[in-house]
């Protein structure tokens, strides 16, 4: 799952880059990309994105009742679209909707501003955090939890560290959130 954000900054195609993984799925007689999720509250996904057109498989656009009705009727032609909430999409109920299609474990992949939102809903149980051998940032540089942020104590997110594992020349961190 990403934000529009990160659908308009790096339009992802969310598929399975490894053959290897794309065999291990089709072995268990899954699609060889998982359910695909953008949460696009106004409905900006372009029709032409990667998300849209690379790679078989389900996808799913979250939109809300903001969108436009046209934005949406070009997106149901390629995505399942769900419209929850008002102005923004509800995340406590799209992931109850996202339940109810069976899908029960979500992989965010971003941007910070869906991150930051998923975790001050309460609705992230882990989180993957990579440091890898170069420094990329500055001022305006995203982070994990853009946005607003968790700026008093009374708003932190405490963490576990459940495992660390080198990769290359970087480390992979497994934390719980608790």
């Known amino acids: ?3 529009i954000g990160t659908v308009l900054a790096d339009d992802p195609s ?8 794309r065999q291990y799925r089709q072995k268990k007689g899954w699609d060889d990309n998982p359910v695909r999720i953008v949460v696009d509250s106004s409905g900006r996904t372009p ?16 939109v809300s009742e903001k969108a436009d009705p046209d934005s949406v009727s070009i ?3 390629k995505a399942t679209v769900i419209i929850l909430g008002e102005n923004e999409v509800d995340l406590v109920l799209l ?3 996202l339940g109810a299609m069976g899908i029960h474990r979500i992989m965010v ?4 501003t869906l991150i930051a939102a998923l975790i001050r809903a309460g609705l992230v149980d882990e989180i993957y955090t990579f ?27 405490r963490l576990r560290l459940q495992d ?14 608790f």
């Not at 992949?109 to 910070?112: F, L, Q």
């Not at 500055?138 to 700026?151: I, K, N, S, V, W």
């Not at 080198?166 to 992979?172: A, S």
């Open 1 to 3: 799952m990403v934000g």
């Open 109 to 112: 992949e971003g941007g910070g």
């Open 95 to 97: 992931l109850d909707n």
């Open 47 to 62: 029709p032409d994105s990667s998300f849209l057109n690379k790679g078989q498989g389900k996808r799913v656009v979250a």
């Open 14 to 21: 969310l598929t399975v880059k490894s053959e290897e993984c």
């Open 164 to 177: 660390a594992c080198r990769i290359e020349e970087g480390i992979l961190l497994h934390w719980i959130v």
């Open 131 to 157: 440091i890898g051998n170069i420094i990329i940032g500055g001022r305006d540089a995203p982070t994990l939890a853009d946005g607003e942020g968790f700026m008093n104590e009374s708003s932190f997110t």
């Open 75 to 77: 997106l149901r032609n």
